[in-house]
Each structure stands twice: as structure tokens, then as C-alpha cells.
């Protein structure tokens, strides 16, 4: 595993407990988005898959049902704590046709030519060396292979993690530790030419992406479940990882506020942007 990687790895470790907390928040934001992905991509019966950075197994077990009993598919993760509750998902849901394994897609060995898709629902922006990985991944796949993952675009096209944050720093007085585009983060995809020119330089083809914009209505009535879920991820959570009890409280208080400014007519209201991305072998 490369080095910098490990550090991705360890600190998706320690997210895990809480990102596994807040599955209906992570779902609300990523639900969407992934299924255009996976639409885009094309599942169909049969086929082999890979979920690249597969977390908690959500899209893995989806997956499983697009390629049904002749399909299989592989979920990834650098995180064996998402790696057990991606694992537990597929029991309780009776997905045979999946397998999980603890990797670093950056370098481990998906086989050359072995599978037909390639799928990630915002699980392909932490690679140190972002070619590489991608290297990798057009490797293990076959003749007339694809590639289709979800991945954000800037901090300011998504309210839903810009408002928490701004809130937060609001409280602790110090600026977000949000990587720069570029570096490993939920942001280093988000420049469209950036994706192009990463894809290109790891051989793929036919490389699209599409810009969508659009918003997540949350009621008023959950707002305040919402607001805590939003605390628990993100550069928000990292600035609280030393908080006292004084200061989360007053985190909570402030992002409630600043959420509350955006209902209006009943409807928490949020900008949400993502890039939807294919490419061919
Ligand atoms: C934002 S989460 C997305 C999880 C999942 N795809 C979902 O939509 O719920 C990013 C995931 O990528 C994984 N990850 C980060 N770097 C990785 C790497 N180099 N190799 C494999 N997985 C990685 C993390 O452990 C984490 O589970």
C-alpha cells in the first residue's frame, strides 16, 4: 500500500463509526447521484463489476441485483471497519454474488482483463496518485470495459457541506482542513479538466463528463437530525475531533441557525453538484 494511501486509509478508519451512524444522511446525499452513475455506466445481467472504494457496501449490493445470479461483483475499500458493515449488508441481504476485499485500488492486483465495469459512487477522489489507480483499474478491465463513477464538484456548488462548515469554523475560529483540488480529498475531481486529463493519461477513451446540479429538500421537521448527521462528517467533524463537550454544543447551535436560514416553505433547501463520469477502454 502506498504510504500516502495508508494515511487515507487510517483516516477513513477512524470516520468509519460515525460515517456508519448517519447512513440515511449519506444516503440522502449520495442516493441520487450514484444511481445516474450506475444507470450511465450500463449494469446489465452477467456482468463482472468492481465498486472502487465501496464503502459500507451500499452500491455493492445494488450492483449485485442489476447483474443478477450470472454477474458478480467485487467491492474495494481501504477500510476494513466499512469493509465488516459492507459484508453484513450483503448477508443480511442475501447478495451471493458478491465479494468484498481490503485493498488499496491504487496498487492492488485486480487481475488483468477480469471484469466489464468499473463503478464509484464518490469513492475515487482520495488516490495519491490518481493515474496510477486509474492505470490500475483500465488494467482489470476486459474488451469493450467501462468506466462510470460520481464524484463532487467544488465545495461552493455543494451548500449542503458549505453551510455546516462555515458554520463551524464560525465557532471554533480556525479555517477547514479542506485539501487543495488536487490532492487527495472529496474535492480533487472537481475540475472538469482535471478528470479528462487524469483519465486520459490512464488510457481510457470516450471520456465524458457531465456537470448536475440540483438541489436536496430536507423537511423542516428533520432539520435538527440533519444538523447533527452534518457535524459527524467531513471537515466539520475533523474540526470538532478536539472539541469539549461546550464547543460541539455550540458547533450544533450554529449550524442549526445557519441551516435554519435556508427553510422556506416548510423545506430545508441545499445545492448539491456533482460530476457524472464514463469512460471506455
Ligand atoms: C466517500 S466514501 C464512499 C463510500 C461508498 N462508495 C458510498 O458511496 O457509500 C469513500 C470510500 O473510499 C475508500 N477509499 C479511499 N481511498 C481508497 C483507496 N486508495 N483504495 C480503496 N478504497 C479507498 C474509503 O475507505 C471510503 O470507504
Not at 456482468?47 to 474495494?76: F, N, Y
Request: a negative charge; proline letters at 5%.
Amino acid at each position: 500500500m502506498d504510504v500516502a494511501n495508508r494515511e487515507q486509509a487510517e483516516h477513513w478508519a477512524a470516520v468509519a463509526p460515525a460515517w456508519l451512524e448517519i447512513e440515511d444522511h449519506l444516503e440522502r446525499m449520495a442516493g441520487e447521484p450514484g444511481r445516474e452513475a450506475m444507470d450511465r455506466l450500463g449494469i446489465g445481467p452477467g456482468q463482472r463489476v468492481l465498486d472502487l472504494g465501496c464503502g459500507a457496501g451500499p452500491t455493492t449490493v445494488e450492483l449485485a441485483r442489476r447483474v443478477g445470479p450470472d454477474g458478480s461483483v467485487l467491492g474495494v475499500d481501504i477500510a476494513t471497519e466499512m469493509l465488516a458493515r459492507a459484508r453484513q449488508r450483503a448477508a443480511q441481504e442475501g447478495a451471493a454474488n458478491v465479494s468484498f476485499v481490503h485493498a488499496d485500488v491504487q496498487s492492488y492486483d485486480l487481475g488483468l482483463g477480469a471484469y466489464d465495469r468499473a463503478f464509484s459512487r464518490f469513492g475515487v477522489m482520495f488516490y495519491v496518485d490518481p493515474v496510477a489507480a486509474f492505470s490500475n483499474v483500465r488494467r482489470a478491465l476486459g474488451a469493450g470495459g467501462a468506466l462510470g463513477f460520481v464524484c463532487w464538484q467544488h465545495v461552493t456548488a455543494n451548500e449542503w457541506m458549505l453551510i455546516p462548515g462555515m458554520a463551524v469554523m464560525s465557532v471554533t475560529g480556525r479555517p477547514l482542513a479542506v485539501p487543495e483540488p488536487g490532492q487527495p480529498g472529496p474535492f480533487s475531481l472537481c475540475d472538469i479538466d482535471r478528470v479528462h486529463q487524469v483519465l486520459d493519461l490512464a488510457g481510457f477513451a470516450e471520456v465524458e463528463v457531465i456537470p448536475r446540479d440540483d438541489v436536496v429538500s430536507v423537511p423542516d421537521g428533520e432539520v435538527l437530525d440533519y444538523a447533527r448527521g452534518a457535524l459527524r462528517m467531513g471537515a466539520a467533524r475533523d474540526a470538532l475531533k478536539e472539541a469539549d463537550e461546550a464547543t460541539e454544543a455550540r458547533a450544533f447551535e450554529s449550524v442549526a441557525a445557519a441551516l435554519g436560514e435556508k427553510v422556506h416553505g416548510g423545506q430545508l433547501r441545499l445545492t448539491r453538484g456533482v460530476l457524472v463520469v464514463t469512460a471506455r477502454v
